[in-house]
């Protein structure tokens, strides 16, 4: 890979101390991604970005992060992608509007990019498993439910070791 390029996200950041328990609850479902992807809703998925572009990007962010207001997210119940792709998530149950205009803001201008699938904020703890701990994840955890006000967002970059780490965060101006 260039050294000039890095592969980033944006995402908002599921807070302690749910953090911690969708992250054990991931681990003890088998996936090998618990400890290497932090527990979150993602608004720009894994992307290619040119390190001479960071400044642009950074100033988009900030631009859009100034815009928004802080918001309640209820996570509630789970579902999955499957057949379409191996993934069992927590669902947004309270706060999908925000999510899907804040994702819509942040991929436009330097982080315009088409996405693959709709957008469907969720936050995942199950992916890549067998089936057997697919619905395993999708059964113990349908009844788990989690509230926090969202007050900002993070840039993430993926380390050559397969952990995606926070590199800046962005908040709520309004």
């Excluded at 209820?74 to 994702?103: D, K, M, N, Y």
């Amino acid at each position: 890979m260039n050294d000039r390029v890095r592969t980033i996200g944006v995402s908002i950041p599921v807070p302690a101390p749910h953090a911690a328990e969708l992250t054990a609850w991931r681990a003890r479902f088998g996936d090998p991604l618990a400890h290497a992807v932090p527990p979150h809703i993602t608004l720009l998925p894994p992307s290619q970005l040119h390190l001479d572009d960071l400044d642009a990007v950074r100033e988009h962010l900030e631009t859009t992060a100034a815009a928004c207001a802080p918001f309640e997210v209820v996570l509630r119940g789970t579902a999955t992608f499957r057949p379409v792709s191996p993934v069992v998530f927590v669902q947004v149950a309270r706060g999908i509007s925000e999510c899907e205009l804040l994702q819509s803001a942040v991929r436009t201008g330097p982080l315009r990019r088409e996405i693959a699938f709709p957008y469907h904020p969720h936050v995942t703890v199950a992916h890549d498993v067998e089936e057997v701990a697919l619905d395993r994840a999708e059964l113990v955890l349908r009844d788990w439910e989690a509230t926090f006000t969202v007050k900002g967002f993070s840039l993430y970059e993926h380390g050559a070791d397969g952990v995606w780490r926070p590199r800046e965060d962005f908040v709520f101006q309004q």
